[in-house]
């Protein structure tokens, strides 16, 4: 079914600022295996904030399903919320986090949206690397200026939260856009690496949640055997299957990777699928199940003339392709 990028209309109530600049200085896929310093008492609005905490009203986050059947992308931001807290490392100077909800809505509300935290900042390096690399797209775009004062305001809250909706919404709707690099930086990167640090540290029971996260969120946004979902689902697969006992959701990535490889045509990925056979074939041993269906798809591969020897870990071959921090 078709995916359209939509989000409701908001007013906002300044100018525009088209250069971005300051003023002054899854489910799973099948049926089987894939299913947000005067004096005077604050405004009614700017009382949340008295605790850092901006929350958008309930009536604007609404659930409304499409009436054509199909499945819309949404990027929410419902929340967000200051730091460091009152009273919290006063040495550090505050900042606004605002909390972002992907989500991917069909006749029902997702039930599995993902959720990541990104400041002001994270927001304007996107908009700033995508007109640096694709001028053509982002040409008169609307982004929000910087300002000098105010930043903890419930209204320039409100503001730059439907911005940053609006915005994301248009890159996600540009097929140019949504491939970019820099795109799929602000998605993932910061997890990512957070999670990276962790199996480096052989804490995989850390990583695991924010691996699955990065997985529900990519696999809302590009395609299921994209090359973004593909490794983040391998890397998922690697850190459940690389401790001496498996994680409980293992076999549930590792079907779902097995699925996702089987008519995969982009053939700088396809190094992955051999660890990702030998890698399941172990699994499946672990768990006392049949392996002849995998190990007879190795058997056919090398009869092809394919090199099916187990020389790597599945994390080694997901490192040639994208080094990241953990130990291989």
Not at 24 to 47: Q, R, V, Y
Not at 160 to 182: C, G, I, M, N, P
């Amino acid at each position: 079914m078709p995916i359209h990028a939509v989000m409701a209309k908001r007013l906002l109530p300044h100018q525009p600022s088209y250069d971005g600049e300051a003023p002054g200085p899854d489910e799973l896929d099948s049926p089987a295996i894939e299913a947000a310093a005067l004096d005077i008492p604050p405004p009614e609005s700017d009382k949340a904030l008295l605790k850092g905490v901006w929350e958008r009203p309930t009536s604007s986050a609404e659930f409304k399903p499409p009436t054509d059947g199909s499945t819309v992308l949404r990027f929410d931001i419902l929340l967000a919320h200051i730091m460091p807290p009152d009273g919290e490392d006063v040495k550090i100077k505050r900042f606004v986090v605002y909390e972002l909800t992907v989500s991917q809505d069909g006749a029902t509300e997702d039930t599995q949206p993902a959720k990541i935290e990104r400041r002001y900042t994270d927001f304007r390096e996107l908009f700033q690397g995508l007109k640096r690399t694709h001028p053509t797209e982002m040409a008169n775009k609307y982004f929000p200026a910087k300002v000098l004062m105010g930043n903890f305001k419930s209204e320039l809250i409100g503001e730059r939260s439907a911005a940053f909706e609006a915005f994301l919404t248009y890159v996600a709707s540009q097929t140019k856009l949504r491939d970019s690099e820099d795109f799929l930086r602000f998605l993932q990167h910061d997890e990512l690496s957070r999670a990276c640090q962790f199996l480096d540290e052989r804490r995989n029971e850390m990583a695991i949640p924010i691996l699955e996260n990065c997985f529900r969120l990519l696999n809302k946004i590009y395609m299921n055997r994209s090359r973004p979902v593909l490794l983040i689902l391998c890397r998922l697969v690697a850190a459940c299957t690389s401790s001496p006992v498996p994680h409980h959701a293992a076999e549930r990535w590792a079907l779902l990777a097995l699925s996702r490889f089987e008519t995969l045509c982009d053939i700088d990925l396809l190094p992955l699928y051999i660890p990702l056979l030998h890698t399941c074939a172990h699994l499946w041993w672990q768990r006392g199940q049949d392996q002849k269906p995998i190990t007879d798809r190795l058997t056919d591969m090398s009869k092809q003339g394919i090199n099916t020897a187990n020389t790597e870990s599945l994390m080694q071959a997901i490192h040639k392709i994208d080094p990241r921090t953990e130990t291989i």
